[in-house]
């Protein structure tokens, strides 16, 4: 099972919203790790969006509500890893890995929240995606809920997804076995 990690930045500076989407999307000034990158978009901030334009769309949520003025955290980051077996599973396609990050990502969307996705492909941390989600929501103006219960639900959530891939990973790798 993949496991999600709330990466447990306080993330309450000015700058917060673009060092965290600069970071997941491998795109800060002199990036020494662009390699990683195996692909990134999101929810509510426009999928095929520069990574400017997505912080942008953060900012104009959190100023709409005032946030910005306001202490706390700005926006979430969270990680989900996948292991290599289950990789594996998937018929170790990329096209479906970035298939279960979009929807992870809708996840967020679907409870009201703007989030960017960026899967990376590291050698001593293998395959994994970042997650950098709105800390308010486009709906409410309220700040995402960062429990435990919170994470645990979303882990559940997001290993679901990976499940229903496990089949559909596996069809698309017999079915090239047989040409």
């Known amino acids: 099972m993949g ?9 309450k500076n000015t700058d917060a919203v673009s060092n965290v989407i600069k970071y997941v999307t491998r795109t800060r000034e002199n990036e020494k790790r662009s390699n990683e990158l195996v692909t990134y978009g999101g929810t509510g ?30 926006v979430l980051h969270e990680v989900f890893s996948i292991t290599d077996s289950e990789f ?13 990050a979009l929807e992870m990502c809708r996840e967020y969307f679907n409870e009201g929240f703007q989030a960017v996705y960026a899967v990376h492909w590291e050698e001593e941390k293998r395959l994994h995606i970042h997650f950098a989600v709105n800390s308010v929501s486009f709906v409410t103006g309220k700040k995402i809920d960062t429990s435990i219960n919170s994470n645990d639900r979303r882990g559940e959530k997001f290993n679901k997804i990976m499940e229903r891939y496990y089949k559909a990973g596996k069809a698309s790798f017999d079915s090239t076995a047989d040409m």
């Open 45 to 74: 901030v426009g999928n095929y969006a520069s990574p400017e334009i997505m912080e942008q769309r953060f900012n104009i949520v959190q100023n709409l509500y005032g946030i910005n003025y306001r202490k706390g955290r700005k």
């Open 88 to 100: 594996k599973k998937i018929g170790s396609d990329m096209g479906l890995v970035k298939q279960i």
């Open 3 to 11: 496991k999600l990690i709330n990466i447990k930045g306080k993330y």
